[in-house]
């Protein structure tokens, strides 16, 4: 994949995230930002950051959650980014019901 193919399968992917995550912002008690191609999820209680970042060198999306690192590459079958059959997605609800200690669902 060239990079002017994977700027836009993650802006998509950034864009749909953000979307999905203001829609539950209030539902989990946490705030969403958007700068410069970054996504950050942070809480109050407990207090933590999330981050969520295109990688173009590696052609992946990388996710820091729950001191944890995870690096999710683009998957043409799912039309998605995955890491171990996970997509970005599944990997952000598990970080955040973790975090929270309740399921979720965005």
């Known amino acids: 994949m060239d990079e002017h193919e994977f700027r836009k399968h993650a ?4 864009a749909q995230l953000r979307r999905e995550l203001i829609l539950a ?3 989990y008690d946490f705030s969403i930002d958007m700068a410069d191609g970054v996504l950050t999820i942070e ?6 950051k999330f981050v969520v970042s ?3 060198p590696a052609r992946q999306i990388w996710v820091s959650a729950n001191s944890r690192s995870h690096k999710l ?6 039309n998605a980014f ?4 996970q997509t970005l997605k ?4 598990d970080a955040l019901a973790k975090h929270l200690g ?4 965005l």
Do not use: K, N, Q
């Open 82 to 85: 995955t890491l171990r059959g």
């Open 11 to 14: 802006e998509e992917a950034l």
């Open 25 to 27: 912002s209030d539902d």
């Open 43 to 48: 809480f109050e209680r407990p207090a933590a």
């Open 90 to 93: 599944e990997i952000i609800e």
């Open 102 to 105: 309740e399921e979720v669902t």
């Open 54 to 56: 295109p990688h173009a």
């Open 73 to 78: 590459d683009w998957d043409y079958v799912e």
